[in-house]
């Protein structure tokens, strides 16, 4: 097929300025009045080869590809570890034009590249990755920012092999913004300053490239909760405020939730930054619905220790419904946000990728994967489904303990309508008569036995790997890594606890040792730590203990 580069219809010097064209020939008259030269109309033909075992090829994604390679080639003379380190010590006295070129080398490595249709806005309130464009807006001295962002660049030139950079060199500089970093919240004046806020979220994410650990995120997640909590609700919200406040609650929400903890993300505060920052992107609404769900489970952690059976039914019943309500609550915010687009947000094709996990092609764990409308779409999307494995993984925990408690076999509904025979639905201590009711009325709709949620939690955390190829594509920039580091954990912590689940499992194990036509894997992220065991133990044996090899994959 034979594929237009670029539906614009701007001038080709408009274009790169990303500027309103007036569209006069010969020659604009935007470019003659700035005393440019006009590169004209003229577009290039690309003819794309479309297969059946590539049908999404399209022109976009090819020019979005070879715009990623060529950013790349742009950056890979051996220059750019020297122009950064020169810039770097010139910070001092010139932050700002350290700060822009910086943001253009994560620009050409970090971040994912523009589409070649439509504009990048970076005005949205996406808090997974515009926050970058936000920091040349911070003017305000501060060593901690600079040496944080110059310690995130020499990550990325090490972790995709261009230039010299050492893992020693990155941790060294990282150690230093550290120092930096605690000397500016020592400081009254300093440490609510946005440039501060701003060296927090690069040095948290900067971690994801250079500490496998997960440590330091912790850390930084405690933080910056405790800098909010403190901060003066009168500071004027400028727009690098609220997009370094998105990033900052996804930073917590994550930590909440794969440490099931609620402590960092004290809801009240976070809903009332939320009003006041103006933030209104999907990935903002979702976080801001998602808010409640470390409290609840923070909740089921704590039912193993509870020895009075009345009280261990009631709070069972009351997290079992609880966990319900928001996978109700997710799966409507969903659906409005599918019916709201004009045209398909997500479709499956079939998959490029190979995995060592699949041992027969003809066979293969996940023989389709998804595209998506766009990366936003998807980081939204996948984010969802990985929120829910999570609850659904939680309610069969929750399921599976009560039986072990009671050393019978126990109906999910039962555990949903009532925590005992004399305790009904609406005495449950800490619970709505509306999250209660929209609880049960999910289960009818979908199905209230244990049987539909494994097999709704399948779905979710099966949906979750098919998304994986998506995110790795060349033109996601590592960012791409970065985006499912939570989604992946979550589809492997339901994988891994739950037994007949095998062979995904495995593929998960082996997702770094993926390999696929303009695709890159096998960066060096850090991990969230693995729940240690389901909340009622394990059922048999570990799956680190399972056998391969005679696994059918039909069962």
């Known amino acids: 097929m034979v594929g237009i580069a670029g539906k614009s219809q701007a001038c080709n010097t408009c274009r790169q300025r990303r500027v309103k064209c007036d569209f006069a020939r010969p020659s604009c008259l935007k470019c003659i009045k700035s005393k440019r030269s006009c590169a004209g109309y003229d577009r290039d033909l690309i003819f794309v080869n479309r297969t059946p075992s590539n049908p999404s090829t399209t022109a976009p994604s090819v020019l979005s590809e070879l715009r990623a390679q060529q950013r790349l080639e742009d950056f890979t003379n051996i220059t750019i570890e020297a122009d950064l380190h020169r810039l770097f010590s010139e910070s001092r006295d010139d932050n700002c034009r350290f700060r822009k070129y910086a943001v253009e080398l994560l620009e050409a490595i970090y971040l994912p590249k523009q589409p070649v249709s439509g504009s990048f806005n970076t005005e949205i309130s996406e808090g997974s990755f515009t926050w970058v464009y936000r920091l040349i807006d ?13 310690a995130f660049c020499l990550a990325q030139l090490h972790v995709t092999n261009i ?48 500490c496998p650990a997960e440590n330091g995120w912790g850390v930084h997640a405690r933080g910056i909760a405790e800098i909010l909590r403190l901060r003066d609700r009168g500071k004027a919200k400028t727009p690098a405020w609220r997009h370094l406040f998105s990033r900052m609650r996804v ?16 809801n009240d505060i976070w809903r009332q930054i939320v009003t006041e920052s103006g933030s209104n992107g999907s990935l903002d609404e979702v976080y801001q619905m998602i808010a409640d769900i470390p409290a609840v489970l923070e909740r089921a952690v704590s039912l193993p220790s509870i020895s009075d059976q009345n009280n261990f039914l009631n709070e069972s019943a009351a997290v079992a419904r609880g966990s319900l309500a928001m996978v109700n609550c997710i799966d409507s915010w969903l659906d409005e946000f599918w019916k709201a687009s004009p045209k398909p947000l997500a479709w499956s094709v079939l998959s490029n990728a190979s995995n060592p996990a699949d041992t027969d092609p003809s066979s293969k764990v996940f023989p389709f994967c998804y595209e998506f409308e766009s990366l936003s779409v998807a980081v939204t999307i996948v984010s969802c489904w990985a929120v829910i494995a999570q609850l659904y993984s939680n309610i069969i925990q929750v399921h599976d303990l009560v039986q072990t408690k009671l050393d019978r076999p126990v109906e999910l509904e039962t555990i949903l309508t009532k925590a005992n025979t004399k305790t009904s639905v609406g005495d449950v201590v ?10 049960l009325l ?39 890594s970065h985006a499912t580091i939570y989604p992946i954990w979550s589809a492997r912590q339901y994988f891994r606890l739950h037994p007949g689940h095998e062979r995904e499992y495995l593929w998960l194990q082996n997702v770094d040792k993926m390999e696929g036509p303009g695709t890159r894997w096998g960066l060096s992220v850090m991990t969230f730590a693995d729940i240690a065991e389901p909340l009622g133990g394990w059922p048999r044996i570990l799956p680190d203990e399972i056998s391969y090899n005679n696994y059918d994959p039909m069962e």
């Not at 800490?430 to 609880?439: F, I, K, L, N, V």
């Open 138 to 150: 911070l003017t305000d001295h501060s060593k901690s920012l600079d040496t944080s962002l110059f």
């Open 163 to 210: 230039g010299n950079a050492s893992l020693y060199q990155c941790l060294d500089q990282y150690n230093i913004a550290l120092q930096h970093l605690y000397s500016d919240l020592d400081d009254p004046e300093r440490r609510f300053r946005e440039e501060t806020l701003a060296a927090i979220i690069v040095l948290s994410t900067c971690e994801l490239f250079v």
């Open 251 to 266: 930073v917590c929400t994550l930590e909440a939730l794969t440490k099931r903890q609620a402590r960092v993300l004290e």
């Open 430 to 439: 800490g619970s709505s008569e509306a999250s209660t009711q929209g609880a």
């Open 442 to 480: 999910f289960a009818a709709g979908k199905g209230s036995s244990i049987q539909d949620i494994r097999k709704e939690g399948t779905r979710a955390a099966r949906y979750v790997c098919q998304s994986k190829e998506y995110f790795q594509r060349i033109e996601m920039g590592t960012f791409g």
